[in-house]
């Protein structure tokens, strides 16, 4: 079983960076009414399910209330000693970090599970032979937490490759090397595609499915297993990742985010209704309701807060919420919105596009 990273720091450090950051006894109420310090005392200390960032601390929450580590997402099934953690972090939002990242090659010499040559490195034949050429090879994984996806050009694409200028000197029209950052194995319920491009969204299948094939894609690439895992591996590895809602839990300004009427942070996330089509902007909600502007709710009670700095920072987040549902925008060439309503430019705003309430 694969080690999971500690980069966060303690649990209790955190709930006194809490107390800290909060005003108005704010921090004080953070174990008693969020149950943040009960979730963490029953989650193993490497399963941290806090991210420190730069406005404040995000939190996980599952159904269970805490996380096992225990399952197939933790275990390497593979032939090269990587797990779905070892891309998918939760102290690092369920993906990786390039700070996380540099952090486990220093401790590790680049030899954790991560920095594999199939995929983790500029190209698969790079040099990895030295702690410096392993530095090198996995340069764009440490500096961008970006990892090499290599897929030839498919039948009927309508495009053709003119040309090939390769720095790594691999890519061909056979093996394109294609880099993004792993996505978030978090949230999966409101997944209405699965990859960045959608290639895992399979015609006739429904979102678990997709998401079943792609636990099984990721495990025989990713983590080189040479024959698939079956229907029971691919189901549990999805019931865990659907079971994961993460969200901003507190900001340093505004405090906890689900106070004061407010509804943010993973609890509230956890049961928000969400289903295909929800608030659809084209009018395609399979319920037969009309599409609402006003999609973004979840601050509204901060509106017109005022008076000490904890409730001028909640009155600004109300501010923001309030000009995303209604700033005007010109929107223009988006395909499947502009050519489905047969309009060159859409007066619209930020949720005719983000519209899921």
């Known amino acids: 079983m694969p080690t999971v990273s500690r980069t966060v720091a303690t649990p209790w450090a955190m709930l006194a960076l809490l107390a800290a950051c909060a005003d108005h006894g704010e921090g004080a109420a953070v174990a008693q009414s969020s149950n943040l310090g009960a979730d963490l005392v029953r989650v193993p200390g490497d399963a941290d399910v806090m991210a420190v960032n730069e406005s404040g601390i995000a939190r996980t929450v599952t159904p269970g209330g805490a996380i096992d580590t225990h399952g197939l997402f933790f275990r390497s099934m593979g032939a090269n000693g990587r797990a779905c953690v070892s891309c998918h972090v939760a102290s690092q939002g369920w993906t990786v970090t390039p700070a996380g990242l540099r952090d486990r090659f220093e401790r590790t010499d680049g030899l954790d599970p991560v920095f594999r040559p199939n995929d983790g490195s500029i190209s698969p034949v790079a040099d990895v032979s030295t702690v410096e050429t392993r530095r090198s090879a996995y340069d764009l994984l440490l500096r961008k937490g970006l990892i090499r996806v290599g897929i030839g050009i498919p039948d009927g694409a309508e495009f053709e490759l003119a040309a090939v200028d390769d720095p790594y000197g691999y890519a061909s029209a056979g093996e394109l090397s294609l880099f993004r950052r792993p996505l978030p194995a978090a949230n999966l319920r409101f997944l209405s595609g699965v990859m960045w491009d959608g290639r895992e969204t399979l015609a006739g299948m429904s979102i678990r499915q997709d998401l079943a094939h792609q636990a099984n894609g990721a495990t025989q690439g990713h983590a080189q297993k040479p024959d698939p895992i079956d229907d029971e591996q691919r189901e549990e590895i999805v019931a865990f990742e659907t079971g994961l809602f993460f969200a901003q839990a507190h900001d340093f300004s505004a405090g906890l985010l689900d106070r004061e009427g407010a509804r943010g942070g993973p609890v509230p996330l956890s049961t928000t209704p969400f289903y295909l089509g929800i608030n659809d902007t084209l009018g395609a909600d399979p319920t037969g309701k009309p599409f ?61 596009c983000h519209n899921a309430p």
């Not at 609402?292 to 501010?319: C, K, Q, S, Y």
Request: aromatic fraction near 4%; include cysteine.
């Open 292 to 352: 609402d502007p006003e999609a973004m709710t979840i601050f509204a009670a901060w509106a017109g807060l005022n008076g000490n700095r904890l409730d001028e920072a909640r009155g600004a987040v109300a501010r923001g919420e309030d000009l995303f549902n209604h700033k005007p925008i010109e929107i223009a060439d988006v395909r499947g919105l502009n050519d489905a309503l047969g309009a060159p430019v859409i007066h619209g705003t930020c949720t005719t």
